[in-house]
């Protein structure tokens, strides 16, 4: 760019982030700190790209936050969100009422989600899922007499949204410490998390081990207290922690002889992350519920959905009124959007090809960091990956001050125009699935010069 434009967006970024911190309060951030940084400015996106205000083009290795999975720009949505607009903005669903767009969308998600899930109960969001599921599930187990199940087990370091059920339900104990959480009935067993906390254990073994917590767990309860396991299929916030092989069988023979019900946490694995429609494809799992949102709308609209089994919504049918629900339940706008997100993603064959093209051209040039001094291990499933940076490869050592590390690579990330978010020190990316060859050569270059960067400002 040439100089006096430059400075006309100087001049326009600095007053943006001036009124922005007078008035706006952002999520999960140090707010004062940001106000002294002053927040970047993205205005808008195309493809896989975002652009900031300051001209800059940067390739979006998240996805925004692990959702616009089938990339920026697409007109289908922008002429549903309008078209329903015209015809209904927005109605309710709660007093012997429906409209179209919701009756669509339900049949269409029973008809992708796993064979059992047959019944959606309409969210605006993943947190709004979580809480609802945290209420369906207790309400099940009150309506089949047996009141005293009602203890929900979680995991350390998951992540089930922000709301009150949703944080407690969550194990991040950043989180539980402000505001008194977690709420009662809800315990945390270890995560699966074998290159944090496997020791010396082979990842098989530690797969068994960490599962095994479940039936402890259980076991110290009684199993008549305790209600349902919620798991993320592969823990995305927590830092795209994916399950030794063993994990998930063993969890799968622990809830069957305890007749325990199992909720997926799919707002991230939904709609096609990893490879497959959902993560309980990819683990062969079937739950009692599924909590979706994020790629439902490709992040263009928010909405989310519990998809709840035969087996409970039955017992919901029949023991009356629920007493629970949003203003949003099923909008109708946001349903439309998901609806042409959704025959994109079939239409387009984009998930197929996440799993068979995309995906694990990914994970190949991925795994090629591994090489690098700075990273310890590289992982990944269909179309997201982490890797962990290390101070030393063989001891699997960190550097100290956790998290330096981790905040320096993502700045320098940032500069060289890419969004890679760290976790502590783990480095992790969820692109948008259309992302292409040529770009994700493009993402691997910057995530390569950024761990250089990263090292010489180190060691
Ligand atoms: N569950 C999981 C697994 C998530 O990753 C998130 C969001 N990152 C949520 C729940 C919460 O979703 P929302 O932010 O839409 O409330």
Partial sequence: LKKPELCRFKQRTETLQANNHKHHLHPFSDNGALAQEGARVIEKAQGVYLYDSNGNKILDGMAGLWCVNIGYGRQELVDAATQQMQQLPYYNTFFKTTHPPAVRLAEKLAEIAPEHLNHAFFTSSGSECNDTVLRMVRHYWAAKEQPDKQVIISRKNAYHGSTVAGASLGGMTPMHKQGQLPIPGIVHIQQPYWYGEGGNLPADEFGIHAARALEEQILSLGE???????????????????????????????????????????????????????????????????????????????????????????????????????????????????????????????????????????????????????????????????????????????????????????????NNGLVMRAVGDTMIISPPLVISGQEIDELIEKAWKSLDQTAKALL
């Fill in 224 to 414: 008549d207290k305790v209600a349902a396991f919620i798991a993320e299929p592969i823990q995305g916030a927590g830092g795209v922690i994916i399950p030794p092989d063993t994990y998930w069988p063993e969890i799968k023979r622990i809830l069957a002889k305890y007749d325990i019900l199992l909720v997926m946490d799919e707002v991230i694995c939904g709609f096609g992350r990893t490879g497959h429609w959902f993560g309980s494809n990819y683990y062969d799992l079937q739950p009692d519920f599924m909590s979706l949102a994020k790629g439902i709308t490709s992040g263009y609209l928010p909405l989310g959905a519990v998809m709840v089994s035969d087996k409970v919504a039955e017992v919901i049918r029949t023991s009356g009124e629920f007493n629970h629900g949003f203003t949003y339940s099923g909008h109708p706008t946001a349903a439309a959007v998901a609806l042409a997100n959704i025959e994109i993603l079939q239409n387009e064959g984009i998930i197929e090809k996440a799993r068979t093209i995309t995906g694990p051209y990914l994970q190949q040039r991925w795994s090629e960091l591994a090489a690098h001094p700075l990273v310890g291990e590289t992982r990944g499933a269909g179309m997201v990956a982490a890797l962990e940076i290390i101070s030393d490869k063989t001891s699997r050592t960190r550097f100290d001050d956790k998290g330096t590390a981790g905040t320096l690579c993502r700045d320098f990330c940032f």
